[in-house]
Nanobody
Framework: QVQLVESGGGSVQAGGSLRLSCAAS????????MAWFRQAPGKEREGVAA????????YYADTVKGRFTISQDNAKNTLYLQMNSLKPEDTAMYYC?????????????????WGQGTQVTVSS
């Protein structure tokens, strides 16, 4: 079955960097769209970045554009999220997600498979 396992979260000060990883298994990695979402307490889950693993096209939320970079290693079936210039408002649980073909690449309801999440905390 499809499994997604995130790692790399932690606590950093504002301006710092973190790199999240998502190890995927149970399906052909390049056949699925993959994305990173985040959810802060009391807020809805929001799309952060998405990747069409087949051709490497990427999409970003305006709030992270220029600071976050989504990438993938198809040989390792792993998705990454490099987060630079972190802000306190980036604090959230970050989730990796996968789906065969979403209608909207950054809409949570369009994704079928989810990891357990990894916490990112940014202090000011």
């Amino acid at each position: 079955q499809v499994q997604l396992v995130e790692s790399g979260g932690g606590s950093v000060q504002a301006g710092g960097s973190l790199r999240l990883s998502c190890a995927a298994s149970g399906y052909t990695f390049s056949n699925y769209y993959m994305a990173w979402f985040r959810q802060a307490p009391g807020k809805e889950r929001e799309g952060v970045a998405a990747s069409i693993t087949r051709d490497g096209r990427t999409y970003y939320a305006d709030t992270v554009k220029g600071r976050f970079t989504i990438s993938q290693d198809n040989a390792k079936n792993t998705l990454y999220l490099q987060m630079n210039s972190l802000k306190p408002e980036d604090t959230a649980m970050y989730y990796c997600a996968a789906t065969p073909r979403p209608r909207w690449v950054l809409r949570a309801n369009d994704y079928n498979y989810w990891g357990q999440g990894t916490q990112v905390t940014v202090s000011s």
